[in-house]
């Protein structure tokens, strides 16, 4: 299973972004996917995540009522709408796929490379 990232770039604080996740390899509904993220100096933390069905997201509470997962299973793409950004939203977004949706790294074990989300003040 290959993940590939995309859909970052700078903005300013109270901007939107989506963030895109394309799969290939599998059908993506046989999946979870998360995006965890990762800001320069700290350990990469959960952000999202969504159910091979999509019935079912998960959301830190930092992100929870801003940011919103779904999923394009003909597509095979994963988005994340990124809406209010704040300067602390900064970091390398990060897309996984595994078999249970979960908060945690270990449960993924497919990762794509990160995509870069400035926000500045």
């Known amino acids: 299973v290959q993940l590939q990232a995309s859909g970052g770039g700078l903005v300013q604080a109270g901007a939107s972004l989506r963030l895109s996740c394309a799969v290939s390899?599998?059908?993506?509904?046989?999946?979870?996917v998360a995006w965890f993220r990762q800001a320069p100096g700290k350990e990469r933390e959960f952000v999202a995540a969504i159910s091979g069905s999509g019935a079912r997201a998960y959301y830190s509470d930092s992100v929870k009522g801003r940011f919103t997962i779904s999923r394009d299973n003909a597509e095979n793409t994963v988005y994340l709408q990124m809406n209010n950004l704040k300067p602390e939203d900064t970091a390398a977004y990060y897309c996984?796929?595994?078999?249970?949706?979960?908060?945690?790294?270990?449960?993924?074990?497919?990762w794509g490379q990160g995509t870069l989300v400035t926000v500045s003040s």
């Open positions: 996984a796929a595994g078999i249970a949706g979960s908060r945690r790294m270990n449960d993924y074990p497919y």
């Open positions: 390899g599998r059908p993506l509904s046989n999946y979870a």
